[in-house]
């Protein structure tokens, strides 16, 4: 607050002195440009300053108005008021060459552009003061230069040699400018284009004026060349403003572009590094990707050197669970992207994380699945095997007993007693086969590996204690676990319907339709059946998920119940 203050005090006393005086230099230019130009510098550094400390552009562009606001100071009669603008005239321009230099992130980064940044300075603040102690103000009608310390008519050589090394070192930046301009794309481009157009035509404009002055052109062409450098300078810390809010702008832009690209399923199946190419165009930055063999290659497949064999360009490794996997390749010379690198290798990173996560999860439960299909697989085989065991083992010796106790009876005529208690045990017998046969029947029904599902289905309706409707589409027969699925559907639910529904009609509908079976038991019973309580529901859940099916239970209370199964027969 207090250099705002002070810049706003610093803008006055040119604008004071120009209306105090008469016959000032430059009197009506400053009048108009020095507060403008003082005030616009100093209020968008300030401000620039206060958002971005660690950036010294804001600092540059406040220095560039104090310098403003004190060449100003030449407008005045007074003789030490009138040097002491004359000894900062030239120090504003030295500070606009440094930002346009320093820009975007008010660091030069090359030692050449240094190199050129302090010959500037130099020529500036250090050869046109000491010049100024041999200038006789006076000859020009200037007020008295009161830091005189000898005549200066054999300076004139070395004048020109300064203007001669200025006007090259405005040569070498519009070149440096060129090429920053060619080398950018998109939204960088853009951020770039109000301060080039506006810095660079006040140098421009300084190179043109210092050429006129070595080609001794008239006075007024040379006033009129000085006077459109201050006008366009004016519009300069608006520029540089403008250049720094776009700068932010795309620098965001390109990372949610690559936040948005990598959190859409579309384009992440197709990869991270496909997912970031387009986002990052316009950027410096490539992604490539570490394969088996330990290599690098790019989005197009092109080998990629790690580390890069341009000595520009730098690598960020981005690692998964600890392994890298990738690498990010940047300009190493362009200190404007390094925030940028930071944030997109953070995101690139997390969202290779998060790629490598998926995988295992897909894995697990691939895994798991199988697993389940096995145990299942393994029940259903074991249920074969015992209802071979029973149909061949104890079935048959029952059907042996009930033969010998048949033939026993036939001895044992006119023996009433023993004949009652003969006849007691035919009947225990009979009924023990019956209960056997529906045992074997529970654990795999026979009719459902000879005759398929349908012939299986029908004899569940037949058996059932209540009509039951049948829709069944004929077909080929199915995959074998299918058809057991499909088959204890139908079985546990008629089973529920008569246990527990108190329903007077169910209906069954077996369908095939674009490679999957679908099942529907219904019934007009009580409803209200949970899935959760009991494990004959979790039984078929369970065994139907395994083959990568579906299974609904609709049991609104009064109004039946309905079990949908949907399995893929494919």
Wanted: with cysteine; glycine share 8%.
């Amino acid at each position: 607050m207090a250099l705002a203050v002070l810049g706003f005090v610093a803008g006055l006393v040119p604008l004071v002195l120009a209306l105090a005086t008469e016959g000032g230099h430059q009197r009506e230019l400053i009048a108009i440009t020095g507060p403008v130009i003082g005030w616009a510098f100093i209020g968008t550094g300030v401000y620039a300053w206060a958002r971005q400390p660690d950036n010294r552009l804001g600092a540059l562009m406040t220095a560039v108005g104090f310098s403003s606001c004190l060449a100003g100071l030449r407008v005045s009669t007074e003789p030490w008021v009138f040097i002491v603008g004359l000894l900062f005239i030239t120090s504003q321009w030295a500070l606009l060459f440094h930002m346009l230099l320093a820009f975007p992130r008010g660091v030069v980064e090359t030692g050449f552009e240094r190199l050129l940044v302090a010959a500037m300075y130099f020529s500036s603040v250090v050869v046109h003061p000491v010049m100024t102690l041999f200038h006789d103000t006076t000859r020009q009608g200037f007020p008295e230069n009161p830091l005189l310390i000898g005549d200066g008519t054999d300076l004139s050589d070395l004048t020109r040699v300064r203007f001669w090394f200025t006007l090259g070192l405005l040569v070498a930046l519009t070149v440096i400018l060129a090429q920053r301009w060619s080398a950018q794309r998109g939204a960088p481009r853009k951020a770039l284009a109000p301060v080039f157009v506006s810095g660079g035509l006040v140098m421009a404009l300084l190179g043109v004026w210092y050429a006129a002055l070595l080609a001794g052109v008239g006075q007024d062409v040379i006033d009129g060349l000085e006077d459109a450098r201050y006008v366009v300078l004016a519009t300069v810390p608006f520029a540089f403003l403008a250049g720094l809010i776009r700068t932010r702008v795309a620098e965001a832009s390109a990372v949610s572009q690559v936040v948005a690209r990598l959190g859409d399923p579309a384009l992440r199946r197709r990869g991270v590094c496909h997912a970031m190419d387009e986002a990052l165009r316009g950027t410096s930055l490539e992604i490539a990707y570490r394969d088996e063999d330990g290599t690098y290659a790019n989005c197009a497949g092109d080998r990629v050197d790690i580390p890069p064999a341009d000595p520009r360009r730098d690598a960020v490794s981005l690692e998964a669970g600890g392994e890298p996997v990738a690498v990010l390749t940047h300009d190493a010379t362009r200190e404007d992207e390094r925030e940028l690198v930071r944030t997109v290798a953070a995101a690139a990173t997390l969202a290779l994380e998060n790629e490598r996560l998926a995988d295992e999860l897909r894995a697990k439960v691939e895994e798991l699945s199988a697993s389940r299909a096995r145990i299942v697989e393994s029940g259903d085989a074991t249920r074969r095997r015992l209802e071979r065991d029973l149909h061949d083992g104890a079935q048959q010796r029952l059907v042996s007993l009930a033969l010998s106790l048949r033939i026993l009876s036939n001895r044992l005529d006119g023996n009433t007693e023993a004949m009652r208690e003969l006849e007691s045990a035919r009947t225990e017998l009979d009924h023990a086969m019956d209960e056997l046969r529906e045992l074997a029947r529970g654990i795999h029904p026979s009719l459902l590996s000879d005759r398929g599902l349908d012939a299986a289905v029908e004899s569940l309706a037949h058996r059932a204690p209540l009509p039951v409707e049948l829709e069944l589409s004929p077909g080929d027969r199915l995959p074998e676990r299918v058809e057991s699925a499909s088959y204890f559907v139908v079985s546990e639910a008629l089973t529920n319907v008569a246990k527990y529904a108190r329903a007077t009609h169910a209906s069954v509908n077996v369908t095939r339709d674009n490679g999957r079976v679908l099942v529907e038991v219904s019934d007009d019973g009580v409803g209200g059946a949970d899935p959760g309580n009991g494990t004959g529901l979790r039984g078929l859940l369970d065994r139907v998920s395994s083959l990568g099916g579906s299974l609904e239970v609709d049991s609104r209370p009064g109004s039946g119940t309905t079990v949908r199964a949907e399995i893929p027969c494919e």
